[in-house]
């Protein structure tokens, strides 16, 4: 038994292997040496946003594009482990992680597990019960605004005490409406490098 999407997927990946050509030589570090953290929005492409082809960066992403400690564990291993030597930090407008709080996703999962629907204003659950406690337990790293989480989380990524102080970090809100990359001056200023390369 397999799905529509599963066999999509099956079928892309099928002309994606007919036109590999030579990628199978591509080097595992990244060429351009650069790392890119940024949310899981199915809107975003990193590798269209920022021109990339198979082979240049890493690109970490969650929801929010936050720096969690999984992806900071990751930005450690793109540069220790595989010589990334500049990182951007990119968030976006619209972003769903404006959309709820701690206590709304864990009163949501608490009630219901099935996908939840939003009117504008509020989430509501399709129907209740068989829910579980666990997600008051999860710090789920939703975000207030775009430009104060890019600066928190470009300071905490500066901050951390296994990233050298010659990484600069970079920080960015992609614009959903048009395609753009704006700096938030104030984060890259923060995640500046202070010592030279
Ligand atoms: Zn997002």
Same mark, same amino acid.
């Given at each position: ?5 599963? &066999? ?45 082809? &198979? ?30 030597? &500049? ?71 500066? &901050? ?38």
């Amino acid at each position: 038994m397999t799905s529509k999407i599963h &066999e999509e997927v099956l079928a892309a990946n099928g002309k994606y292997v007919a036109g590999f050509g030579d990628k199978g030589q591509l080097a595992l570090p990244p060429a351009r040496r650069f790392a890119i953290l940024t949310c899981m929005d199915a809107r975003l492409d990193p590798a269209k946003y920022a021109g990339l082809s &198979e082979g240049d960066a890493h690109v970490i992403r969650n929801a929010g594009g936050r720096a969690t400690d999984d992806a900071i564990r990751s930005l450690i291993i793109s540069h220790k482990l595989l010589g990334t030597l &500049e990182w951007f930090v990119v968030h976006h407008t619209n972003c769903g992680m404006e959309l709820f709080s701690d206590d709304v996703m864990a009163g949501l999962l608490d009630d219901n597990l099935a996908t939840a629907s939003f009117d504008g204003k509020q989430w509501a659950n399709p129907q209740h019960g068989g829910g579980c406690t666990g997600g008051h337990f999860i710090k789920w790293h939703t975000i207030g605004s775009q430009a104060e989480s890019v600066l928190q989380d470009v300071q905490r990524i500066r &901050e951390h005490p296994l990233v050298p102080r010659n990484i600069p970090i970079y920080g960015y809100i992609y614009d959903v409406k048009t395609g753009r990359l704006n700096e938030v001056a104030k984060a890259t200023q923060a995640g500046r490098a202070t010592s030279p390369s």
